[in-house]
């Protein structure tokens, strides 16, 4: 029988918490901890070594100055090369998953660009990481084009004479959110979505935006047959299309005796320049073609009506590490509010006018409003979705932990502590991990 020490992690931060101070944690700490981070995944490989691991890629370890060498450079990918499990074996280390864990609160943020300091190793880990399937640790890895053979990030100033010089995948700030990381806010939907009875809510975050509608459609008519006649709420987060990666919302109300049109529909965008989302026209088509009507009756797109908020900022003239690739999170937060309004206020969905909706819904954000309709400030949106990346890694690394626990079958210690707070939260997605100690 296997027996388990819980590790003594710390607690992290809460999934919603977005308290961001960039001076808090200075750059002279981060150096030190990133420095004993490296020393302890060094330690690690060289015990992985004296294991009688045979190195691979040519490489002698017959002098002790060539197993230096191999530690400093090839041994980590050794590792990644040897072992389909690698990341999940580091995260069982006291010392390596306290580092690739930490809080935001403890990861220094380079200014003007907020890119996180990391350690040199953990870099590596990362990028290496990636190139295993759903082992991505969202936002912290880059390209394999930005690779270097032993993993490292390759900067601008290393990048060959004539290669694309700068792109939005060079920054931690920039990167696009990939599959893990959309999977990672779908499952908060659809936790902020259970234990509704008033209304019905389906969360739908499958295909793209065309392909969510038509799922839609399909549950409606699932409904009628069997026999329901409340009304139901679905909402949706997608990207608009596959040559589109711009990510939107919606929100439907179906009466399951009327699969064939919906009762309301609203389209929640980041974006209104000139006070109209620039995918108005799209959703309507998409509209139009899931939900087609007689030629003789006003198409279904006549009942649209626009829930966006001007959260995103344009890239034109924006320099490259300050463009805004953030509609994931702004969406995410969109339909969790439209979530939170339909479990404690129904009738606002089903009879309040659009401007009224908004408005409850932006008294539902606080990551980006004060409070009803009055947004905060762009630079502290900035640091609130620098925040939101850095803790959808954590929630990436401690679902990778939890999983290879669950494959040896350990004991699962959960955590007493409660700091109070309302909200899903990573406290909440590890309980496999004892969080009582300092």
Same mark, same amino acid.
């Given at each position: ?5 819980p590790?003594?992690l710390?607690?992290p ?5 977005f308290y ?7 750059k002279k700490?981060a150096?030190k901890?990133?420095?004993?981070f490296d ?7 060289r ?5 009688g691991?045979?190195?691979?890629d040519g490489?002698s ?10 530690v400093?450079?090839g041994?980590l990918r050794c590792?990644?090369?040897h072992h389909d499990n690698? !990341?999940?074996? !580091?995260l ?8 690739l ?5 403890e990861?220094?943020? #380079?200014p ?7 350690? &040199?190793f953990?870099?590596r880990i $990362?990028n290496?990481a990636?190139q295993r *399937?759903h082992?991505?640790v969202p936002f ?5 084009s930005r690779?270097?053979?032993?993993g ?5 100033a290393?990048m ?6 700068e792109?939005?995948g ?9 599959t =893990?990381? @959309?999977n990672l806010l779908a499952?908060?939907l659809?936790r902020?979505a259970?234990?509704? =009875?008033?209304? %019905?809510?389906h ?11 038509r799922i839609?459609?399909?549950?409606t *008519?699932?409904?009628? /047959?069997d026999?329901d006649?409340m ?7 997608r &990207?608009?299309?596959?040559?589109d ?5 919606a929100l439907?109300l179906?009466?399951p005796?009327q699969?064939?049109l919906p009762? &309301?529909?609203?389209?929640c965008d980041t974006?209104k320049?000139?006070?109209k989302? %620039?995918?108005?026209?799209k ?5 139009d ?5 007689p030629?003789d009756?006003p ?5 649209? *009506?626009?829930?966006g908020l001007?959260l995103q900022r344009?890239?034109d003239?924006?320099p490259?590490r300050?463009?805004d ?11 969790n509010?439209?979530?939170?309004i339909?479990?404690l206020?129904?009738e606002?969905l089903?009879?309040s006018?659009i401007? /009224?909706v908004?408005r409850?819904?932006?008294a539902?954000i606080?990551? $980006?409003?004060e409070?009803a309709s009055t %947004?905060?400030? %762009? #630079?502290?949106v900035?640091?609130?979705?620098v +925040?939101?990346r850095?803790?959808t890694?954590?929630?990436?690394l ?7 626990q669950s494959e ?12 109070? @707070?309302?909200?899903?939260?990573i406290?909440q997605? +590890?309980?496999g991990?004892?969080l009582s100690?300092?």
């Open positions: 029988m296997n027996a388990w020490m590790l003594g710390r607690k931060e809460p999934m919603d918490s961001f101070y960039p001076t808090q944690y200075v700490q150096i901890a990133n420095l004993a020393e302890s995944v060094k330690q690690y490989l015990h992985w070594i004296e294991q691991t045979v190195a691979s490489l370890l017959a002098g002790e100055h060539d197993i230096d060498e191999f400093e450079y041994a590792f990644f090369k690698a !990341l999940e074996r !580091l069982q280390q006291d010392d390596i998953a306290n580092h864990l930490r809080p935001s609160t990861v220094y943020f #380079e003007d660009a907020y890119e996180p300091l990391l350690a &040199r953990e870099r $990362y290496l990636a *399937e082992l991505e912290r890895y880059s390209p394999v690779q270097s053979d032993y490292d990030s390759v900067g601008l290393d060959p004479a004539g290669a694309v010089r792109d939005i060079l920054y931690f700030g920039t990167r696009r959110s990939d =893990t990381a @959309l499952r908060q659809r902020e259970l234990f509704s =009875t008033a209304l %019905p809510i969360v739908v975050t499958e295909g793209y935006m065309e392909d969510s509608l839609v459609r399909q549950m *008519e699932q409904l009628r /047959e026999g006649q009304l139901h709420c679905f909402v949706i987060q &990207r608009h299309a596959f040559d990666r711009h990510l939107g919302a439907l179906m009466n005796q699969p064939d009762q &309301r529909v609203i389209f974006l320049p000139n006070g989302p %620039p995918w108005w026209n959703f309507k088509r998409y509209v073609t899931v939900f087609p009507q030629a009756s198409p279904a797109s006549d009942r649209l *009506e626009d829930g001007n344009l890239h003239g924006v490259v300050h463009q690739i953030d509609c994931a999170f702004y969406t995410v937060s969109m339909v509010a439209l979530i939170q339909a479990k206020s129904p606002l089903v009879s006018s401007e /009224e908004v409850q819904m932006t539902r606080p990551e $980006y409003f409070g %947004p905060k400030a %762009p #630079e502290h900035r640091e609130v979705n +925040v939101r850095w803790q890694g954590q929630e990436a401690i679902d990778i932990r939890r999983s290879y040896l079958a350990l004991p699962v210690v959960t955590s007493t502590k409660s700091d109070g @707070l309302n909200w899903v939260s406290d997605a +590890v309980s991990i004892d100690a300092a």
